[in-house]
């Protein structure tokens, strides 16, 4: 294959990645007329038209999209290969991609970049914050971080923490004013902090368990938030009770400012894990990610 073929081919990936000769363009660091120019070149060649143009976004054909799908992964190697080249430095070095949700990007993945920061100059640490359930090969991500609940089956997954537990809290002005409820239906009188679902749209459901019923509300008030951090203050101001992360909550709980009720209905489950596609090979810095992420219970966990 010609060195030209090689960089058509390049240009088609970034611009089929990117739906957009604008975006492709400056992630190759070249101008947009040139891509333009590079994938009429190609289409010319290959007699088949691979990407339909409109004024606002740019989308494969059903060509483009076989020819997607039959060089990626090749293209896909090449970048490990030469990603594994780095175990020949010093430190590793690269790019790794993570996405998460705001709760375990706080408690878990900062606090471990954080660690390798000072270690691994040569690492970069590129970490989007959404709460939704994110595609990582269609988006491009190394890896993401989920709940063991929420885990497809064709990903290597990787505990990274404890099992975890929800809890309703309020405060004390709040119970000053309001009978703590007794049961989870107790909570359809209760003013509620509502927080909304990034993937799904709709409201989180509480979910609670005893003695093997389950038992799901849809609770309602005054409020409804999509960050946990609105929730928790909402909560601490007393205007209503909210529906959170024991480990989010242990500061307030701890100190007084929140209390916990309903404790007998909120049952442990799996916590966060790392996920990757099984057929990625690691590189080494994404390696080095993986290892500090790792859960190792201690004897407190027990």
């Known amino acids: 294959m010609s060195r030209d073929s090689i960089n058509d081919l390049t240009v088609f990936l970034a611009v089929a990645r990117e739906q957009s000769f604008t975006r492709a363009a400056a992630k190759l660091g070249v101008s947009p007329s040139a891509l333009s120019h590079s994938m009429r070149l190609l289409e010319e060649r290959l007699g088949v038209r691979l990407l339909t143009r409109t004024t606002r976004r740019v989308s494969v054909t059903d060509a483009g999209e076989r020819l997607l799908h039959s060089i990626e992964p090749h293209f896909d190697g090449i970048d490990t290969a030469l990603a594994a080249l780095t175990e020949l430095r010093d430190k590793p070095a690269g790019t790794v991609r993570i996405t998460a949700g705001e709760h375990p990007t706080t408690s878990i993945l900062w606090p471990a970049i954080e660690r390798l920061l000072p270690e691994y100059p040569d690492i970069k640490f590129e970490i ?6 994110t595609d990582i090969v269609a988006e491009r991500y190394d890896a993401g971080i989920r709940l063991g609940e929420q885990l497809n089956g064709d990903m290597i997954a990787v505990r990274i923490g404890p099992e975890m537990r929800m809890v309703v809290v309020g405060s004390p002005d709040y119970f000053a004013r309001h009978p703590k409820p007794s049961t989870p239906q107790d909570l359809t009188a209760h003013a509620c902090i509502n927080i909304r679902l990034p993937t799904y749209g709709g409201y989180l459901v509480w979910e609670f368990e005893k003695d093997g019923r389950e038992v799901r509300v849809r609770v309602d008030g005054p409020l409804a938030f999509n960050t946990t951090q609105m929730v928790m203050r909402a909560a ?60 190792r219970p201690s004897r407190s966990d027990h």
Request: without cysteine; proline residues 5%; negative net charge.
């Open 128 to 133: 989007t914050v959404d709460g939704a359930l």
């Open 236 to 295: 601490l101001g007393g205007v209503g009770l909210a529906y959170l992360f024991e480990d989010h909550a242990r500061d307030e709980i701890e100190s007084g400012r929140l209390a916990t009720v309903l404790d007998d209905w909120n049952p442990l489950f799996d916590g966060y894990f790392l996920y990757y596609p099984s057929r990625r090979q690691m590189s080494p810095a994404f390696s080095v990610l993986v290892d500090a992420l790792r859960y």
